[in-house]
């Protein structure tokens, strides 16, 4: 099993930056990809960004490209995503996600983390 914590939401405002964290624990080597998703009120769960556990390889969903960046602290098991220039549009409960292969699909996902919630005032 993985266990996944995600945490540092908030209240923002537009064009202002916030930085959630990821910490996994237990059997990550099963997994490949830790990834983040948000839900909006009324919408479905989408993709936002996503890394290999060695960094390697990255994908960001075009809505967020150049605002947001993730990053690993390998030596902690913990997963960044540094959010740039916040629109309100970013809104939403933002999950952590782990599970194989490199992949944006939802049905890769193995561990979920429970969620932070992420506002953003105009």
């Known amino acids: 099993q993985v266990q996944l914590v995600d945490s540092g939401g908030g209240l923002a405002q537009a064009g202002s930056s916030l930085r959630l964290s990821c910490a996994a624990s237990?059997?990550?080597?099963?997994?490949?990809?830790i990834s983040w998703f948000r839900q909006a009120p009324g919408k479905e769960r989408e993709f936002v960004a996503q890394?290999?556990?060695?960094?390697?390889?990255?994908n960001y969903a075009d809505s967020v490209k150049g605002r947001f960046d993730i990053s690993i602290e390998n030596g902690k098991n913990t997963m960044y995503l540094q959010m740039k220039n916040l629109k309100p549009e970013d809104t939403a409960l933002y999950y952590c996600?782990?599970?194989?292969?490199?992949?944006?699909?939802?049905?890769?996902?193995?561990?979920w983390g429970q969620g932070t919630q992420v506002t953003v005032s105009s």
């Open positions: 237990g059997r990550t080597w099963r997994t490949t990809v």
């Open positions: 996600a782990a599970g194989s292969p490199l992949s944006r699909e939802e049905r890769h996902v193995q561990y």
């Open positions: 890394t290999t556990w060695n960094g390697d390889h990255s």
